[in-house]
């Protein structure tokens, strides 16, 4: 694994802690609009290092208080995709025929799809919340992925050892389980990590348009209340410039971390 | 010497672009920031706030308000007089107004449209309640209506109810499903509608045959924006000349910005927050799914008494308002409500969890009650960030609050439907509580096909249709403004709905573009959103500016320069290339 790499997955140990530490870190009621003393709009200075938003809360509590919601939900939402993927790639690679014709053209009608008007759509209709924004980011996502496992059960299927198998009476089951998902599972994984950078990124744009759960905050839901209570007018950088960074770091990790995969689990030729 | 003429082409050719932008002469156009959709540019149908200002400027009423004091003053009608028992009156219209197409505006105009409202249920969508006590509306000549009412009414004065062309709406097959939309509309106002891109921009021209004269300026556009943050931006640079309903926050990075004057006035509008009390049609038939426990009054009160006004306004207004009470807003003191002491409702939770615990609503094992939907509009910074606080205080007494921000029109489905448990809303009022008290009536929820009404509060209190019915025929202004006062207290002891604050207007506008706005009332006024239009109407243009022409005339030198620069540039590397071309 090369340093690039590295580094990434030290920032991800990292993200990963502060998200599960928050809790701890942030005091009950410092984030309760409710209960905060603060005068709104400080700017970065003694007592509050990265100032105070439209309420007078922490912007740096916030932005820790963000990462558990943005990690979990890029997370889940990337399993979601990368699994309907590998679901979907594998099937209509290994059956072939109609079911494999009927497969692909689910997933070339998401793939032609923007998956980010679909994401949009998806979330006005369904009740707000996290499970809606995993489930708008997941379904829109899958397409590349199923297309890519399709493409490597292929190959697979078409070495001498799978025939040999089949040959030798092994089933649909007996394939799958254990020639197939054996030598996709590495290219599965690569394209998970991948998928949760875009995944972060996606939850981040639909908090932002203001469709994310507004109980809850992430990053994005910082930046959609940023804009909406005018940090932009008021020159409030120290409330736009924390989360924004935020995002851009933690996708930027995962893509590092992503790439020393690929090229860990490519053979050289 | 090639070089030098290309160079002086190039300054040719850009200040002569830039020459023509600075002699011309541009109309003037004032441009108005909206942010909230239009539901409908048909008069009879259209309910909110931004569709109502447009159509102001389209269409007269028979009689205005005055800028100054709000006084009745001339409209459509010029005089007007009442019978010893009130219950005929006489309009006159004069001779000598015009429809912006030419036409002559008479007395059968008038008649035609109230005519119209009487007779068609769906033109009585907006403003029925005006026309809900007529018998009859009449036009004996061009210049005389009659109006024969059931029973004395106090408002006949203050009939805000748009007058249409009769040459024009008798073609109309179905007010319901027209749009009003053949342009140039025909109006009476001071602007007639020209063009109506939704979502992008309304443009009205200055109807050059208004009767108190043309406006002052060419055009008047509002021009949408996704959200006020953009509008602010576009206003801080110059885009747009004027923007109303500002967040506090917008208000204060405006301050001591050139070029810009910010007027802070005390707003004829309220916020509320409305509590399902079990909403009805007008037939009796259950309508939407509102929760059921919010039916007794108890609750209601409860949750009201939950709510920490002070603290919102303080930090969800920033200041910019005043603590909320009756349904009229201190703008109109005569018939402004507040509670008096041993009516009043203080900010207590202990005492709501006494009560709910008392109406039968025990805590579970989580410590919550029961939960309730919240809805409100995705994008209104009020609601974002009220919904916070009210989570907050509904936790505080044992009930979850499930938060819905949604879009404008889906909240407008919500609250027609009554598929909301509590929903933030707010109304503009008029000078006489008329409107505002008579939303809250039986009559005014919606028919059995859930259409037709007004109300969003689904509110029907046979004490308060007494009274209500009671002060529409009571001349006495001393009783009435008592029954006024009475009602607002029946409405704050069953809370259909929390009047949370009355909102300070916050506008701002482009002063070294336009020199002065009328406000209304005269001191410590509004601009935009008034009982009339006179913020539009007499609004008077800044000095023919030098400022903008010379700005347009720096980037057309700082372009020439550059352009002259590149030029030589280029030459230069040109001849070089040719010189080691030779040299090889």
Same mark, same amino acid.
């Given at each position: 694994?090369?340093?690039?790499?590295?580094?990434?997955?030290?920032?991800?140990?990292?993200?990963? &802690? $502060?998200? #599960? +530490?928050?809790?701890?870190?942030?005091?009950?009621? %410092?984030?309760?609009?409710? =209960? @905060? *003393? !603060?005068?709104?709009?400080?700017?970065?200075?003694?007592?509050?290092?990265?100032?105070?938003?439209?309420?007078?809360?922490?912007?740096?509590?916030?932005?820790?208080?963000?990462?558990?919601?943005?990690?979990?939900?890029?997370?889940?939402?990337?399993?979601?995709?990368?699994?309907?993927?590998? &679901? $979907?790639? #594998? +099937?209509?690679?290994?059956?072939?025929?109609?079911? %494999?014709?009927?497969?692909? =053209? @689910? *997933? !070339?009608?998401?793939?032609?799809?923007?998956?980010?008007?679909?994401?949009?759509?998806?979330?006005?209709?369904?009740?707000?919340?996290?499970?809606?924004?995993?489930?708008?980011?997941?379904?829109?996502?899958?397409?590349?992925?199923?297309?890519?496992?399709?493409?490597?059960?292929?190959?697979?299927?078409?070495?001498?050892?799978?025939?040999?198998?089949?040959?030798?009476?092994?089933?649909?089951?007996?394939?799958?389980?254990?020639?197939?998902?054996?030598?996709?599972?590495?290219?599965?994984?690569?394209?998970?990590?991948?998928?949760?950078?875009?995944?972060?990124?996606?939850?981040?744009?639909?908090?932002?348009?203001?469709?994310?759960?507004?109980?809850?905050?992430?990053?994005?839901?910082?930046?959609?209340?940023?804009?909406?209570?005018?940090?932009?007018?008021?020159?409030?950088?120290?409330?736009?410039?924390?989360?924004?960074?935020?995002?851009?770091?933690?996708?930027?990790?995962?893509?590092?971390?992503?790439?020393?995969?690929?090229?860990?689990?490519?053979?050289?030729? | 010497?090639?070089?030098?003429?290309?160079?002086?082409?190039?300054?040719?050719?850009?200040?002569?672009?830039?020459?023509?932008?600075?002699?011309?002469?541009?109309?003037?156009?004032?441009?108005?920031?909206?942010?909230?959709?239009?539901?409908?540019?048909?008069?009879?149908?259209?309910?909110?706030?931004?569709?109502?200002?447009?159509?102001?400027?389209?269409?007269?009423?028979?009689?205005?308000?005055?800028?100054?004091?709000?006084?009745?003053?001339?409209?459509?009608?010029?005089?007007?007089?009442?019978?010893?028992?009130?219950?005929?009156?006489?309009?006159?219209?004069?001779?000598?107004?015009?429809?912006?197409?030419?036409?002559?505006?008479?007395?059968?105009?008038?008649?035609?449209?109230?005519?119209?409202?009487?007779?068609?249920?769906?033109?009585?969508?907006?403003?029925?309640?005006?026309?809900?006590?007529?018998?009859?509306?009449?036009?004996?000549?061009?210049?005389?209506?009659?109006?024969?009412?059931?029973?004395?009414?106090?408002?006949?004065?203050?009939?805000?109810?748009?007058?249409?062309?009769?040459?024009?709406?008798?073609?109309?097959?179905?007010?319901?499903?027209?749009?009003?939309?053949?342009?140039?509309?025909?109006?009476?106002?001071?602007?007639?509608?020209?063009?109506?891109?939704?979502?992008?921009?309304?443009?009205?021209?200055?109807?050059?045959?208004?009767?108190?004269?043309?406006?002052?300026?060419?055009?008047?556009?509002?021009?949408?924006?996704?959200?006020?943050?953009?509008?602010?931006?576009?206003?801080?640079?110059?885009?747009?000349?004027?923007?109303?309903?500002?967040?506090?926050?917008?208000?204060?990075?405006?301050?001591?910005?050139?070029?810009?004057?910010?007027?802070?006035?005390?707003?004829?509008?309220?916020?509320?927050?409305?509590?399902?009390?079990?909403?009805?049609?007008?037939?009796?038939?259950?309508?939407?799914?509102?929760?059921?426990?919010?039916?007794?009054?108890?609750?209601?009160?409860?949750?009201?008494?939950?709510?920490?006004?002070?603290?919102?306004?303080?930090?969800?207004?920033?200041?910019?308002?005043?603590?909320?009470?009756?349904?009229?807003?201190?703008?109109?003191?005569?018939?402004?409500?507040?509670?008096?002491?041993?009516?009043?409702?203080?900010?207590?939770?202990?005492?709501?969890?006494?009560?709910?615990?008392?109406?039968?609503?025990?805590?579970?094992?989580?410590?919550?009650?029961?939960?309730?939907?919240?809805?409100?509009?995705?994008?209104?910074?009020?609601?974002?960030?009220?919904?916070?606080?009210?989570?907050?205080?509904?936790?505080?007494?044992?009930?979850?609050?499930?938060?819905?921000?949604?879009?404008?029109?889906?909240?407008?489905?919500?609250?027609?439907?009554?598929?909301?448990?509590?929903?933030?809303?707010?109304?503009?009022?008029?000078?006489?509580?008329?409107?505002?008290?008579?939303?809250?009536?039986?009559?005014?929820?919606?028919?059995?096909?859930?259409?037709?009404?007004?109300?969003?509060?689904?509110?029907?209190?046979?004490?308060?249709?007494?009274?209500?019915?009671?002060?529409?025929?009571?001349?006495?202004?001393?009783?009435?403004?008592?029954?006024?006062?009475?009602?607002?207290?029946?409405?704050?002891?069953?809370?259909?709905?929390?009047?949370?604050?009355?909102?300070?207007?916050?506008?701002?506008?482009?002063?070294?573009?336009?020199?002065?706005?009328?406000?209304?009332?005269?001191?410590?006024?509004?601009?935009?959103?008034?009982?009339?239009?006179?913020?539009?109407?007499?609004?008077?243009?800044?000095?023919?500016?030098?400022?903008?022409?010379?700005?347009?005339?720096?980037?057309?030198?700082?372009?020439?320069?550059?352009?002259?620069?590149?030029?030589?540039?280029?030459?230069?590397?040109?001849?070089?290339?040719?010189?080691?071309?030779?040299?090889?």
């Amino acid at each position: 694994m090369n340093r690039a790499g590295k580094a990434g997955a030290a920032v991800l140990a990292v993200a990963a &802690l $502060v998200a #599960v +530490l928050a809790p701890l870190l942030v005091p009950a009621d %410092a984030l309760d609009v409710t =209960r @905060v *003393t !603060d005068a709104p709009w400080r700017p970065p200075g003694a007592g509050h290092w990265l100032g105070t938003d439209h309420a007078g809360r922490s912007v740096a509590l916030l932005v820790l208080q963000g990462t558990g919601t943005s990690l979990f939900v890029g997370l889940t939402a990337a399993v979601l995709s990368v699994g309907i993927g590998t &679901l $979907v790639g #594998v +099937l209509s690679g290994h059956f072939g025929g109609l079911a %494999a014709g009927a497969l692909l =053209r @689910v *997933t !070339d009608f998401f793939l032609v799809l923007p998956s980010l008007v679909l994401a949009i759509a998806l979330s006005t209709v369904l009740p707000r919340g996290l499970g809606t924004i995993v489930l708008a980011i997941g379904l829109t996502s899958w397409p590349s992925t199923a297309r890519m496992v399709r493409a490597q059960t292929l190959t697979i299927e078409a070495r001498p050892f799978v025939e040999r198998a089949r040959a030798l009476g092994g089933g649909h089951t007996h394939v799958i389980g254990r020639h197939v998902l054996p030598s996709v599972v590495p290219l599965v994984l690569v394209n998970a990590t991948l998928a949760v950078a875009s995944s972060i990124v996606a939850e981040s744009t639909l908090a932002f348009l203001g469709l994310g759960d507004p109980t809850r905050i992430s990053w994005g839901a910082l930046l959609h209340q940023a804009q909406l209570h005018g940090a932009v007018p008021q020159r409030a950088w120290w409330f736009l410039l924390p989360p924004g960074v935020a995002i851009v770091v933690v996708v930027l990790a995962f893509t590092l971390v992503g790439r020393a995969l690929e090229a860990v689990v490519t053979p050289r030729r | 010497m090639r070089v030098k003429l290309c160079v002086l082409l190039a300054v040719a050719t850009t200040l002569g672009l830039a020459a023509p932008a600075a002699t011309a002469q541009a109309p003037v156009i004032l441009k108005v920031a909206i942010v909230q959709q239009i539901d409908s540019l048909n008069p009879f149908l259209a309910v909110f706030q931004s569709s109502t200002e447009i159509n102001k400027l389209m269409y007269d009423y028979l009689t205005a308000y005055s800028a100054d004091d709000q006084a009745v003053v001339e409209g459509l009608a010029r005089r007007w007089e009442a019978s010893p028992d009130k219950l005929t009156w006489t309009f006159t219209v004069p001779d000598g107004k015009k429809w912006s197409d030419g036409e002559p505006i008479t007395a059968h105009d008038v008649a035609f449209t109230y005519n119209l409202m009487l007779t068609d249920e769906a033109a009585r969508t907006a403003n029925g309640s005006f026309v809900a006590n007529f018998e009859s509306v009449t036009a004996p000549d061009d210049r005389t209506v009659v109006i024969r009412t059931k029973a004395p009414q106090v408002t006949m004065l203050a009939l805000d109810v748009p007058i249409v062309p009769r040459h024009v709406w008798e073609q109309v097959g179905s007010v319901k499903d027209y749009a009003n939309d053949r342009m140039p509309v025909v109006g009476s106002g001071p602007f007639v509608l020209t063009e109506h891109v939704p979502g992008q921009f309304i443009k009205l021209r200055a109807n050059e045959g208004y009767w108190r004269g043309a406006p002052k300026y060419d055009e008047l556009h509002f021009v949408y924006f996704q959200n006020s943050d953009a509008a602010v931006q576009a206003l801080a640079k110059g885009e747009i000349d004027l923007v109303n309903r500002m967040a506090p926050a917008q208000f204060d990075s405006l301050e001591g910005k050139a070029g810009v004057t910010r007027n802070q006035a005390q707003g004829r509008r309220f916020t509320e927050l409305l509590i399902n009390p079990g909403a009805r049609t007008r037939t009796g038939e259950p309508i939407g799914d509102g929760h059921p426990a919010l039916r007794d009054v108890r609750v209601r009160r409860a949750i009201a008494q939950a709510i920490d006004l002070d603290a919102l306004v303080d930090r969800v207004n920033h200041g910019y308002a005043e603590k909320g009470a009756g349904l009229v807003p201190p703008v109109f003191a005569k018939w402004h409500w507040r509670p008096e002491p041993g009516q009043e409702r203080p900010f207590d939770p202990d005492a709501a969890n006494a009560a709910l615990d008392a109406a039968g609503h025990p805590r579970g094992a989580d410590g919550t009650r029961f939960s309730l939907r919240l809805t409100g509009r995705a994008g209104r910074a009020y609601d974002e960030q009220a919904a916070e606080h009210l989570k907050r205080s509904m936790s505080d007494i044992g009930i979850a609050l499930d938060v819905r921000l949604v879009s404008d029109n889906q909240l407008n489905e919500a609250t027609t439907a009554a598929t909301y448990d509590l929903a933030f809303s707010g109304w503009a009022t008029s000078v006489d509580p008329d409107f505002i008290l008579g939303l809250h009536t039986c009559a005014q929820r919606p028919g059995a096909d859930g259409k037709g009404g007004t109300t969003d509060a689904y509110f029907c209190d046979e004490t308060y249709d007494r009274l209500y019915a009671q002060q529409l025929s009571e001349f006495d202004e001393g009783r009435r403004r008592d029954l006024v006062r009475q009602m607002q207290a029946r409405f704050y002891d069953q809370v259909p709905a929390v009047v949370l604050a009355y909102d300070n207007a916050l506008e701002a506008y482009r002063s070294d573009h336009f020199a002065r706005f009328t406000t209304q009332p005269a001191h410590g006024g509004v601009i935009m959103a008034q009982n009339g239009v006179w913020g539009y109407y007499q609004a008077e243009p800044a000095e023919v500016t030098a400022a903008r022409p010379r700005g347009w005339g720096g980037f057309a030198a700082a372009g020439a320069a550059m352009a002259a620069v590149l030029v030589a540039i280029v030459a230069y590397a040109l001849r070089r290339r040719a010189t080691a071309g030779e040299r090889e």
